[in-house]
């Protein structure tokens, strides 16, 4: 890797530092990650809006072209012959009056299950998308971490590369105890962590 040189006031030529370049990638990353958000947002805004314009004309065209409820509607309009008077203790689901009212209750409960199964079919691809967008956010927080042990790792194995081999062959033992204590601590964090949990 070449380092890039920035003339300086004196005539001497500066060298830009690791962590300079590191902090002019991270303000990169932050730029990407802003327009993604905003990209993805814009992208689940506009297939949502689809997906329930498309499934809303879907369920009232299925529900004028049902044959069931259609002669639901037409018994329920049809008048009754001759209307007999109404006795105290009659029914009123078979007066003309009940019938409609069951025909409207049958046409409400139907017209309810298509909704709910519409809000269901539109809920799912936007949870869905939360859901990446959420995971997408937890290993974008990583970032810093991942970015300085990498910076890390390029000067020690650099270092490594470069020095004679006992020092090489120290280095990369006291990495290994390092990479291996770390495991096991956080392998130990975790378990203390579900004791306290179930206590």
């Excluded at 905003?38 to 044959?67: F, G, M, Y």
């Excluded at 002669?71 to 029914?91: G, I, N, Y």
Aim: aromatic share 6%; net charge positive; charged share 15%.
């Amino acid at each position: 890797m070449t380092a890039t040189c920035v003339p300086s006031a004196n005539g001497r030529t500066d060298r830009r530092s690791l962590s300079a370049q590191i902090d002019r990638f991270d303000k990169m990353l932050d730029g990407l990650d802003s327009a993604l958000l905003d990209a993805v947002k814009e992208a689940v805004a506009q297939s949502t809006s689809t997906a329930v314009a498309e499934a809303v004309r879907s369920a009232l065209l299925e529900i004028a072209a049902n044959p069931n409820i259609l002669a639901m509607l037409q018994r329920a309009s049809v008048p009754a012959p001759v209307p007999e008077p109404v006795k105290a203790t009659a029914d009123v689901k078979f007066t003309p009056i009940g019938r409609i009212g069951n025909a409207i209750a049958a046409a409400w409960k139907f017209s309810l299950g298509k909704l709910k199964s519409l809000g269901n079919f539109v809920a799912a691809p936007v949870r869905a998308t939360a859901k990446a967008v959420h995971q997408v956010n937890q290993f974008w927080s990583l970032r810093r971490p991942v970015l300085i042990a990498l910076a890390v790792g390029i000067v020690i194995g650099t270092a490594g590369a470069l020095s004679s081999p006992w020092l090489a062959g120290l280095l990369s033992g006291c990495g290994a105890a390092g990479t291996t204590l770390g495991a096991q601590f956080v392998s130990w964090s975790r378990r203390l962590y579900a004791s306290f949990g179930m206590s």
